[in-house]
């Protein structure tokens, strides 16, 4: 049982019950060993109390070779033997001297006197009472002692002058539940107090390796990652403050790794940006340009029409001019407002399969009865692909790309003729081929190319005004923006005679990539 001495820090503790395990040993070897030591009254097996010579003789043999000192208290309360001073003759006692040159301040490292005042600072040492040697001690000063002759185990923690603890177990000498005394065992701390000692330099040195391997991996990770990361913020944030000139983002690709990633898509993202921001500036321009023609035209007309000397035939001349170019103005405008948004239409627009042959068989069937009968031409659909006819996009725009293919053929071919929408796929599961052929007056081949650029326009005088001239560079837009193309060429005789013209647009299959 644990007396109210019991007051020390989990350490000392552990400490102190080893020692009481070892007084109980102690005190069961006496038993053992000390049958013919007890007094007896009688004649009797009755025991009263300890032979004290036999038991110091014990005692010496007992605890010298541990290192503790053991204290063997009589029942009345008299020390009956201390090991310290039992048998001094013969031995031999050893104690470290510093240097004669070291002060009596460097007896110990600094860092050791430093880590056991921290240790001390911690460990509240102060709260622990004095332990002072007496020359004639007795039960009266030591507490625990007194506890184990009532019959308890008992401890204690005291503290030297010189810092160290001292640590005290109790235990009583009973024979048949008599208590005939009691053993005190008592040790300071130093080996304790050394190795925990030692535990804390490793813990301060697996510390310093840590820090030192954290500075080490923040300075390169400083150089690697965020030295890259903000010269890409930096060249970011010229572009997003550039007005005129195109600031460049430095190429970090050869890195291989994620910023080296990140360095590919800023500059393709930069990339992108510049050439949508080219391609507003020439929009603008060509739109100033478009509509500055019919504003010219327009102006001279009601200059003209002003005139008080012209008669009225030629004034409703001029007014027919004028309601043309209020109809083109109009017409252009409708086209450049959906040209401006078809970009964004066509990244928000949904992507999903689209079954060409219905889409082209409905166009066919529509022309067939109303526009090209209205013009005399004949629209003509052929298949020469298998099944199925999935193909990757939008149904609309790619009906919207249809149109504009048919109505600009319908526009050049003559009344009489033919055209002929053909459906086919090329080999080895590649993309569909819509081929759009028509009876007309072909195209320069000088402008086989540039009949796709923005608001050009070469048609009969018949139609003058009647288009913008937006709509190939739409079907264009479109196709590229799916992944297919489109392509105009001139059909010959084999005499070189031109009979036509035809356009080629490959569609994606579905399934496929861009």
């Known amino acids: 049982m644990a007396s109210d001495t019991d007051t020390a820090t989990p350490e000392p503790g552990r400490r102190r019950a080893a020692l009481q395990a070892f007084g109980s040993r102690l005190v069961a070897m006496f038993g053992l060993l000390l049958p013919a030591g007890w007094r007896t009254l009688g004649g009797e097996a009755t025991v009263n109390r300890l032979d004290a010579d036999a038991a110091r003789q014990l005692l010496t043999r007992l605890v010298r070779p541990t290192g503790v000192r053991a204290r063997l208290f009589s029942e009345t309360g008299e020390l009956l033997g ?45 709260r622990f009472p004095e332990y002072v ?16 002759l009532r019959g308890f185990n008992a401890s204690a923690v005291r503290i030297v002058a010189d810092g160290r603890l001292m640590l005290s177990g109790a235990v009583p000498v009973q024979r048949y539940k008599q208590v005939l005394g009691a053993l005190v065992l008592t040790r300071d701390n130093r080996a304790i107090a050394a190795s925990l000692r030692q535990v804390r330099y490793d813990m301060l040195t697996i510390a310093a390796a ?37 600031p460049e983002i430095p190429d970090l690709g050869k890195r291989g790794d994620e910023i080296g990633d990140l360095n590919d898509a800023l500059r393709s993202m930069t990339d992108a940006l510049w050439q949508r921001i080219n391609t507003i500036e020439s929009f603008a321009a060509d ?16 200059e003209m029409a002003a005139r008080p000397d012209l008669d009225k035939e030629r004034r409703d001349r001029l007014m027919v ?26 990244m928000r627009g949904e992507v999903k399969p689209v079954d060409l042959h219905g889409l082209l068989a409905d166009m066919a069937r529509h022309y067939t009865i109303s526009a090209a009968q209205k013009a005399g031409v004949e629209v003509d659909f052929r298949v020469t692909a298998n099944p199925p006819f ?30 002929t929408v053909e459906l086919g796929r090329e080999p080895r599961g590649g993309p569909f081929v819509v081929t759009i052929d028509d009876e007309g007056p072909g195209i320069p081949e000088e ?41 105009a060429i001139n059909r010959r005789a084999p005499d070189g005679e031109v009979l036509g013209a035809r356009f080629t647009i490959r569609v994606p299959a579905a399934g496929s990539r861009k």
């Open 210 to 246: 840590a820090l030192g391997i954290t500075v080490l991996l923040s300075l390169y990770l400083a150089g690697t990652i965020t030295q890259p990361i903000v010269r890409l913020a930096r060249a970011a944030d010229e572009v997003r403050l550039a007005r005129e000139s195109r």
């Open 133 to 148: 040697e007496r020359p004639n001690p007795s039960v009266r000063d030591y507490p625990e002692a007194a506890s184990a």
């Open 287 to 302: 739109v100033a340009h478009e509509l500055k023609n019919p504003l010219t035209s327009l102006r001279s007309a009601i």
């Open 321 to 346: 001019i004028v309601m043309d170019d209020i109809n083109r103005l109009n017409r252009l405008i409708s086209d450049i407002s959906d040209a401006s948004r078809l970009d964004a239409e066509l």
């Open 82 to 126: 201390d090991s310290e001073f039992l048998s001094e003759a013969g031995r031999i006692h050893s104690v470290l001297l510093p240097p004669p040159e070291a002060p009596a301040a460097a007896q110990a490292p600094l860092t050791e006197r430093a880590s056991d005042w921290i240790a001390r600072q911690l460990s509240r040492a102060d």
């Open 390 to 419: 999935s193909a990757h996009g939008h149904d609309g725009r790619y009906g919207q790309v249809f149109r504009n293919v048919i109505d600009n053929a319908l526009s050049f071919s003559p009344p009489g003729s033919r055209i």
């Open 447 to 487: 402008n086989l190319e540039s009949i796709f650029a923005r608001f050009y326009s070469e048609r009969p005088v018949e139609h003058f005004g009647q288009h913008s001239g937006l709509g190939l560079s739409i079907c264009r837009q479109i196709m590229e923006t799916y992944g297919g193309s489109i392509a």
